[in-house]
């Protein structure tokens, strides 16, 4: 993951870093109810992998972000956490850009004074999955010869693992995997791709009115209520 550099803060960049947050507090609060958004529509990325925080994404609305479309009422992913009874509690939203947009343009959108926009690159997929499987919920789980399960013979555990986890079973290939490098993924039996997606940057608003949280790349424990 790549981030963008900070720059000098100026009052403005605060004004309409405070202003997308107000938006984005009204926009969200119908959400906080996880079944909303699947009702409209949203779907829940890679929804049998643990993760810190779940991408409840709307694709129409993230591609209009991906062409150019900032609508920040509408952003393309809302975000919950699980609590310890495993339930969806809605903590904030990510807005997508255009991966070749310059900092600029970025920073046109929400402020790199503020923000750290962040970009997925040097990701390392199996043969036989595309990056619109994995935005599909589609992980190879029933394809148990695929790079990246755990062999049956190794565990009692192995097939349960694979079903969950796919080719992400073994922690070499996907987002958070351990090869970064063309040549070890061809390797291993995969295909690189330079860069995931566009560029993103998450928002949590509902945590007081601390920029520095709303803004930060840590998500912020779930609000008491």
Request: with cysteine; charged share 15%.
């Amino acid at each position: 993951m790549v981030m963008t550099p900070s720059r000098p803060q100026t009052p403005q960049d605060l004004e309409r870093a405070r202003d997308v947050m107000a938006e984005l507090r009204t926009a969200l609060a119908k959400y906080h109810d996880s079944r909303v958004p699947l009702s409209e529509g949203y779907q829940i990325f890679l929804p049998t992998v643990p993760q810190t925080v779940y991408h409840f994404t709307d694709y129409a609305a993230s591609q209009q972000e991906y062409m150019g479309h900032f609508d920040p009422a509408h952003p393309g992913s809302i975000l919950y956490v699980k609590n310890a009874s495993g339930d969806y509690v809605l903590v904030g939203a990510m807005y997508s850009a255009p991966a070749d947009y310059t900092y600029d343009q970025l920073d046109a959108i929400i402020p790199l004074s503020v923000a750290h926009w962040h970009a997925h690159t040097n990701i390392c997929l199996p043969n036989g999955i595309t990056l619109n499987d994995v935005m599909r919920g589609d992980v190879g789980a029933s394809h148990l010869d695929m790079p990246g399960m755990i062999p049956a013979s190794s565990s009692t555990y192995a097939p349960a693992i694979n079903q969950r986890l796919g080719f992400m079973a073994d922690g070499r290939f996907g987002f958070t995997g351990k090869i970064a490098d063309p040549t070890e993924c061809e390797a291993a039996g995969g295909h690189f791709l330079k860069q995931a997606f566009g560029w993103m940057v998450h928002v949590y608003p509902f945590n007081g009115d601390d920029l520095k949280v709303a803004y930060g790349m840590s998500v912020p424990p779930p609000p008491a209520n």
